[in-house]
């Protein structure tokens, strides 16, 4: 497991920072003026600050240098950074991001002495340590192994600043647990080992319920078992139930695509870059880090989580293309190509969820086409809803966090490329708009009048490059946003 590096909060009176180990790191005004902090320690280090700021160090928004062993000071590390004059959340986030990126292994303090506002400095650090996720479980070297390290800030208004740290903290947590399922392997992340980590979070105070192949054959949830019935390992279905509100308030639900492997089953996937299909259980990974803060901030919400975990493997006992499977709610679908398998989950998945719980508003969240990376690359994900207001709230939330997404059309021209010759729908609708046509899929199985999100999350869930606040892997993208709507729709 990782987990967040936890801040300690130090008085700036009575701390030396001269003889303060390991990293330390000051900070600069936009004019390049030194911070209280920085001028500080400046004459100690022969003036190299002041040197460093008629140089070349701008004090722009979001820059970070880092001066190795300077004399007169304890640190082996001074990093100068800059926050901007007149921050926002963004130039915020931009700086915790640039000082991560510097950052050598070990012990670090920073003193955001001068930065006048305590949730700009809280939004820096909640930056920083999530770009500090390191995710070394299969790691066998020490060194590798290692990443262990404390984390002081120095500052003058202690309270203040620990009070608006104490969120992100919660949030930082639901991140890396979605990070972590998320970047392991599909022989360690099986259904059976997701669920019992599922479990897991009754600790917290969530409810958890696992249903198995037994269960959902008697709900009659075919079209999620049909896609894993080539797999050794049981398909389920998830329910984690946060209950936080004491008023009498229907729960939003999220539901998640949890394919732990996506070979593509009949219809194969080619070999080349197959292994990122241990990402397809993305959806489900936000969802349950979205439970996991929730639990751990004790939000004041009603909120369920439900996953749909299931293999996609080719196999004497796969499902074949052509195949005719029958809904929970009974539509038939005509399977004409098996690697469309996010779909067949998330019908059922969305079906349970609307029956069993009757929701104020369900967000389903999946990698769910190659075509949203067409569309939006790795840069947003693309969100498509039947109400406007849900929709508004939740593109507001995601503005807000950081986490990027762009609004897509649905519409029935998109619905009727999905018409089938034999079954009431086929699970394709050709190559044209293709993200499109899998949300239309998937709106057919939410109920008149219920507002509803689907989120193609294929594009964001895992990068081949670092992100501002991730390394390469596993972003965890949407639990901030999802986390967020909840505070603003339903907290208040
Ligand atoms: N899991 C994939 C989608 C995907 C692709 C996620 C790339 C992340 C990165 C999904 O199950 C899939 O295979 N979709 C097919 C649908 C097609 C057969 C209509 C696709 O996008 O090619
Ligand atoms: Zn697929
Ligand atoms: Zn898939």
């Known amino acids: 497991m990782t987990t967040p590096a936890t801040i300690e909060f130090l008085p700036a009176r009575g701390t030396d ?5 390991g990293t330390l790191v000051v900070f600069a005004a936009a004019d390049g003026v030194l911070g209280p902090a920085a001028s500080e320690i400046d004459e100690a280090m022969g003036g190299a600050l002041t040197r460093a700021v008629g140089d070349d160090f701008k004090g722009k928004p979001g820059t970070a240098r880092s001066i190795s062993y300077p004399g007169g000071m304890a640190a082996k590390r001074v ?8 921050p926002d959340r963004t130039a915020a986030r931009k ?5 991560a990126k510097v950052l050598a292994k070990g012990d670090v303090t920073l003193c955001p002495a001068g930065l006048a506002d305590d949730k700009l400095v809280a939004e820096m650090l909640w930056a920083m340590i999530l770009r500090l996720y390191d995710f070394n479980d299969f790691k066998t070297d020490d060194e590798a192994k290692d990443n262990a390290r404390a984390v002081a800030v120095v500052t003058p208004r202690l309270a203040g600043l620990q009070k608006a740290f104490a969120p992100f903290r919660a949030l930082a947590e639901g991140v890396f647990f979605t990070r972590d399922l998320v970047n392991k392997p599909a022989n360690v992340l099986t259904t059976n080992s997701f669920a019992k980590e599922l479990k897991a979070l009754e600790k917290l105070g969530v409810e958890v319920e696992v249903l198995g192949e037994r269960e959902l054959k008697k709900l009659g949830a075919r079209a999620l078992l049909a896609v894993g019935q080539g797999s050794a390992s049981e398909s389920k279905i998830v329910v984690m139930k946060w209950i936080g509100s004491k008023r009498k308030q229907a729960p939003l639900a999220l539901v998640g695509k949890g394919v732990v492997f996506d070979t593509g089953g009949i219809s194969l996937k080619p070999a080349g870059g197959m292994e990122d299909m ?3 259980m993305g959806g489900a990974g936000v969802v349950s880090g979205v439970m996991k803060t929730l639990a751990l901030r004790q939000a004041k919400a009603n909120v369920i989580g439900v996953v749909g975990l299931v293999e996609n493997m080719p196999g004497g006992k796969a499902q074949r293309p052509g195949d005719i499977v029958e809904s929970m709610k009974g539509d038939t679908v005509e399977v004409i190509n098996t690697d469309a398998e996010g779909r067949l989950v998330l019908c059922d998945a969305l079906w349970y969820t ?10 389903d969240l999946a990698t769910l086409t190659g075509a949203m990376v067409i569309a939006l690359g790795h840069h947003r994900a693309g969100y498509f809803s039947n109400d406007d207001k849900l929709a508004g709230q939740f593109g507001e939330a995601a503005d807000l966090v950081g986490d990027d997404a762009w609004r897509m059309p649905l519409g029935k021209p998109y619905a009727d490329q999905l018409k089938s010759r034999l079954a009431d729908l086929k699970n394709v609708g050709g190559r044209p708009a293709g993200s499109i046509t899998a949300a239309e899929f998937l709106h057919r199985f939410i ?10 999350i294929a594009g964001v869930a895992s990068v081949s490059s670092a992100t501002e606040l991730a390394p ?3 972003t965890g993208w949407g639990v901030a946003a999802l986390d ?3 505070r603003t729709r339903m907290e208040r």
């Open 278 to 280: 241990t990402m397809d």
């Open 79 to 86: 990093i100068l950074a800059a926050i901007g004059d007149d």
């Open 447 to 456: 109920q008149d009048g219920m507002p509803w999100i689907h989120i193609d």
């Open 472 to 474: 390469k892997g596993a």
């Open 484 to 486: 967020q709507l909840v």
């Open 354 to 363: 609307q029956q069993e719980f009757e929701p104020q508003g369900v967000i």
């Open 95 to 99: 700086t915790g991001s640039a000082i």
């Open 17 to 21: 920072l001269e003889a303060v180990e």
